[in-house]
């Protein structure tokens, strides 16, 4: 055998074993890719499930919270209505005639009236009230008419000893307030129970 033959020969086992070490090659990237491609399918499989996961979460809280925001802007302008009923009791209270206002009045003055208390009369009541002394006087009050109730829009204030009690319809309705907003309510919306 010729070195030409040889060399030849040696050629050739090495193209031979080149060959079937790039085919080893090939075999394990095309695997390597292979498996590559499953894992980032199973990944992306994840992340969408997650992400479908996560997007249903979203809508619930959104859905959630948009039913909280109505529930609450419905109770909010329920209360409003029933607060302007309220605000009407008080106007009623305000447009009794003469006789029943002053009446009104005394009562209220006589529940927290003490001995030597002075009553001072709104301004824009002065007239209205003109028989206040006569009632309290007939209902044994222990009190005095005197002055003006500077800064009062209606009724009078009892004044003694460092107290300042307003009675006025005002008042009266604020007094009662947390005992009739939700007598209202249940007049107003008698399904709300």
Same mark, same amino acid.
């Given at each position: 055998?010729?070195? *030409?033959? +040889?060399?030849? #020969?040696?050629?050739?086992? =090495?193209?031979?074993? $080149?060959?079937? !070490? %790039? @085919?080893? /090659? &090939?075999?394990?990237?095309?695997?390597?890719?292979?498996?590559?491609?499953?894992?980032?399918?199973?990944?992306? *499989?994840? +992340?969408?499930? #997650?992400?479908?996961?996560? =997007?249903?979460?979203? $809508?619930?809280? !959104? %859905? @959630?919270? /948009? &039913?909280?925001?109505?529930?609450?802007?419905?109770?909010?302008?329920?209360?409003?209505?029933?607060?302007?009923?309220?605000?009407?009791?008080?106007?009623?209270?305000?447009?009794?005639?003469?006789?029943?206002?002053?009446?009104?009045?005394?009562?209220?003055?006589?529940?927290?009236?003490?001995?030597?208390?002075?009553?001072?009369?709104?301004?824009?009541?002065?007239?209205?009230?003109?028989?206040?002394?006569?009632?309290?006087?007939?209902?044994?009050?222990?009190?005095?008419?005197?002055?003006?109730?500077?800064?009062?829009?209606?009724?009078?204030?009892?004044?003694?000893?460092?107290?300042?009690?307003?009675?006025?319809?005002?008042?009266?309705?604020?007094?009662?307030?947390?005992?009739?907003?939700?007598?209202?309510?249940?007049?107003?919306?008698?399904?709300?129970?």
């Amino acid at each position: 055998m010729a070195i *030409a033959d +040889i060399i030849t #020969r040696i050629e050739q086992d =090495a193209q031979a074993e $080149a060959d079937e !070490l %790039l @085919a080893t /090659a &090939r075999d394990r990237a095309d695997a390597m890719v292979a498996a590559a491609k499953t894992e980032a399918e199973h990944d992306a *499989a994840r +992340i969408r499930s #997650r992400g479908a996961e996560a =997007a249903r979460v979203e $809508a619930e809280t !959104l %859905l @959630a919270n /948009a &039913r909280l925001a109505a529930r609450d802007g419905l109770l909010g302008a329920k209360r409003e209505i029933a607060e302007r009923v309220l605000d009407e009791a008080r106007e009623r209270l305000e447009s009794l005639s003469d006789d029943e206002y002053a009446a009104f009045i005394a009562r209220e003055v006589v529940h927290v009236a003490v001995p030597g208390q002075v009553v001072r009369v709104a301004a824009a009541d002065k007239q209205r009230l003109a028989s206040l002394g006569e009632r309290l006087a007939a209902a044994g009050a222990p009190v005095t008419i005197s002055g003006e109730a500077e800064g009062l829009t209606r009724g009078v204030r009892v004044e003694g000893d460092g107290v300042r009690v307003e009675v006025s319809p005002a008042a009266y309705v604020a007094e009662r307030h947390d005992a009739l907003l939700p007598l209202a309510v249940r007049a107003l919306f008698p399904e709300e129970g």
